[in-house]
T-cell receptor, first 111, second 117 residues
Framework: RKEVEQDPGPFNVPEGATVAFNCTYSNSASQSFFWYRQDCRKEPKLLMSVYSSGNEDGRFTAQLNRASQYISLLIRDSKLSDSATYLC????????????FGSGTRLSIRP | GAVVSQHPSWVICKSGTSVKIECRSLDFQATTMFWYRQFPKQSLMLMAT?????????EQGVEKDKFLINHASLTLSTLTVTSAHPEDSSFYIC?????????????FGAGTRLSVL
């Protein structure tokens, strides 16, 4: 079983739609959680950290459920520029600060 | 802040040659640097973790003699792909964590696309 699992998509939704991505992780010792976005042939860029209390940044809302080992990302009022691959990332404490990437969910916003 | 520069961005080389990729943290001291590889339509796979002044820790299945990592200072790590072969063609990305700032947030370089002929 993969350490971090995501639906690969692609999700193809119209501009203005709301879209949600889910991610599950297998290691209960995971300590930190993030969503990154990656555009084609570019490096990943941090979108937001994810906290148990949930957090919101503009049109983006992230939730963490530690009991179910489940992370979600909600994008409201989607824009054409939101088209990208969204990577669920799980981190572990310790000097190594290692993180594990999910395989990503591709999102395509159509006009 | 938290800018990571990676160089070169694109390399084409002949089979059997060695290629060096540099990763620099421009405006912070990097506690740790990481090297990833990404094949088309796949996720980033961690190759090794590099701490300044010590030997890199390689992930299972990554040959340390083939992928040489040097982390001589808090702002520079290098990855050398020795005797590169076509199957080494991939997108190599480095990242760094910022000493004293939020743990586990990694800042990525722009990546190096390696094509071995």
């Amino acid at each position: 079983r993969k350490e971090v699992e995501q639906d690969p998509g692609p999700f193809n939704v119209p501009e203005g739609a709301t879209v949600a991505f889910n991610c599950t992780y297998s290691n209960s010792a995971s300590q930190s959680f993030f969503w990154y976005r990656q555009d084609c042939r570019k490096e990943p860029k941090l979108l937001m950290s994810v906290y148990s209390s949930g957090n919101e940044d503009g049109r983006f809302t992230a939730q963490l459920n530690r009991a179910s080992q489940y992370i979600s990302l909600l994008i409201r009022d989607s824009k054409l520029s939101d088209s990208a691959t969204y990577l669920c990332v799980v981190g572990f404490e310790g000097s190594a600060s290692k993180i594990i990437f999910g395989s990503g969910t591709r999102l395509s916003i159509r006009p | 802040g938290a800018v990571v520069s990676q160089h070169p961005s694109w390399v084409i080389c002949k089979s059997g040659t060695s290629v060096k990729i540099e990763c620099r943290s421009l405006d912070f001291q990097a506690t740790t640097m990481f090297w990833y590889r990404q094949f088309p339509k796949q996720s980033l796979m961690l190759m090794a973790t590099s701490n300044e002044g010590s030997k890199a820790t390689y992930e299972q299945g990554v040959e340390k003699d083939k992928f040489l990592i040097n982390h001589a200072s808090l702002t520079l790590s290098t990855l050398t792909v020795t005797s590169a072969h076509p199957e080494d063609s991939s997108f190599y990305i480095c990242s760094a964590t910022n000493r004293g700032v939020a743990k586990n947030i990694q800042y990525f370089g722009a990546g190096t696309r390696l094509s071995v002929l």
